[in-house]
């Protein structure tokens, strides 16, 4: 089980607003500076990035904002999201390609069903996401009263 530190900004009926905070990766990771995912968080508006890390989690309980939780999701649910946003879009645009050369397209235009493919194969992954799931979102693991040391800015 994939596990990560969160703090309640927001009780709804039936629901709870989560913000991750995901250093737990990045402060033991030896690249800071060099890594490309430190670069994209930190790039783009600030109250959009902030979003990213917020989750609406069914919760029934007795959590109020503040609330330190731990949400857990499983590995293979984690690995099939990995497949259906990297490996399906990118395996999408090379059949593309490939389908082009093998009619005896021009390069551009190749490179075009590649773009066409790719892009296709996205928008199904996208839509595909939009779709309740349940085994998409995590759980809480556990709660604690109060917030830890992790700061969250409530958005």
Not at 29 to 52: I, M, N, P, T, Y
Not at 81 to 93: D, E, I, K, N
Not at 130 to 138: E, H, N, Q, S, V
């Amino acid at each position: 089980m994939v596990r990560e530190e969160g703090i309640v900004v927001q009780v709804e009926a039936g629901q709870v607003v989560v913000a991750v905070v995901q250093t737990s990766a990045c402060q033991s990771c030896k690249a800071k500076q060099g890594c490309g995912q430190a670069a994209l968080s930190d790039w783009g508006d600030a109250d959009r990035q902030a979003a990213k890390n917020h989750f609406r989690i069914p919760h029934d309980g007795s959590l109020k904002p503040g609330d330190a939780v731990t949400l857990g999701i499983e590995e293979d649910t984690v690995s099939l999201a990995a497949v259906w946003m990297y490996l399906w879009p990118l395996a999408s645009a090379f059949f593309a390609l490939l389908g082009g050369a093998a009619l005896g397209w021009p390069e551009p235009v190749q490179l075009g069903a590649a773009l066409v493919g790719g892009g296709l194969a996205f928008g199904v992954t996208r839509r595909r996401f939009r779709r309740a799931d349940d085994r998409w979102i995590p759980r809480i693991l556990e709660s604690r009263p109060g917030g830890d040391s992790l700061i969250v800015r409530a958005g």
